[in-house]
DNA sequence: GGTATGATTGACT
DNA sequence: GTCAATCATACCA
């Protein structure tokens, strides 16, 4: 809690203009935003960039029925489904067509505990939404989600209140393009996936 | 503390 | 058939 985001009161969601950009750039200031879905969610603190020229990213090989989200209009939820059991949700960013994304990796809950306790089947708050896979089940994403706009119910993307202590690395769980250091993290936080390598 | 494995879908060789 | 932007569980030290 460094920084205290415009979360509660009537906070205007952050939109296309602030998604329409190099996407490292919207992955490192999307750390502290806040993202609700349904009013159950909390504070992004860790964030992954995916180019089109970056080998791991799934717009590497140009558009397939599954990354057509990734080559729409930015501002819009891209959601896949990772090894055939987790969903995972991106941010689909730069240009409208260029097929960059921004993979949301974790949260630290403050909205809707309750009801991410009981979709999660846990407790403890630590692990509700550490992770891609736990984050989505945690909100309830699905496929479903899939090209809808964050700017426009059931999404909500809070701008932060100032500029957060952020720490990079290396992405995680990709063998390609593996020392680009395109991971974003809030710095010293508990909610994290995993920590970040000690410089 | 650590490493290994199964679940299960979609894209590609 | 193989691999993948993962997670929970099982086992070993």
Redesign the pocket.
């Known amino acids: 809690m460094p920084c205290a985001p415009q979360a509660a009161t009537g906070a205007v969601s952050l939109d296309e203009r602030f998604f329409a950009r190099d996407v490292v750039t919207v992955a490192r200031e999307l750390i502290g935003a806040t993202l609700l879905v349904a009013g159950v969610g909390g504070v992004i603190v860790e964030t992954?960039a995916?180019d089109r020229e970056d080998p791991?990213?799934?717009?590497f090989?140009?558009p397939?029925?599954?990354?057509a989200a990734?080559f729409g209009p930015p501002g819009r939820a891209?959601v896949?489904?990772?090894?055939?059991?987790?969903w995972?949700l991106?941010f689909v960013c730069g240009e409208a067509g260029h097929g960059s994304?921004v993979?949301v990796?974790a949260l630290e809950p403050r909205a809707g505990l309750d009801t991410m306790r009981a979709r999660?089947n846990?407790d403890e708050p630590r692990?509700l939404c550490?992770?891609?896979?736990?984050?989505t089940?945690a909100l309830g994403i699905t496929i479903a989600h899939d090209g809808l706009p964050l700017a426009e119910p059931p999404f909500a993307v809070l701008p932060r209140g100032c500029e957060p202590p952020i720490v990079a690395g290396p992405?995680?769980?990709?063998?390609?393009a593996a020392e680009l250091p395109w991971r974003f993290g809030l710095a010293g936080s508990r909610f994290l996936?995993r920590p970040f390598p000690k410089v």
């Open positions: 992954e995916y791991a990213s799934h717009s090989s140009g397939t029925r599954r990354n990734m891209y896949y489904r990772s090894y055939g059991i987790h995972c991106n994304a993979l990796r999660r846990l692990a550490a992770g891609p896979g736990r984050l089940q992405r995680i769980g990709i063998s390609k996936s």
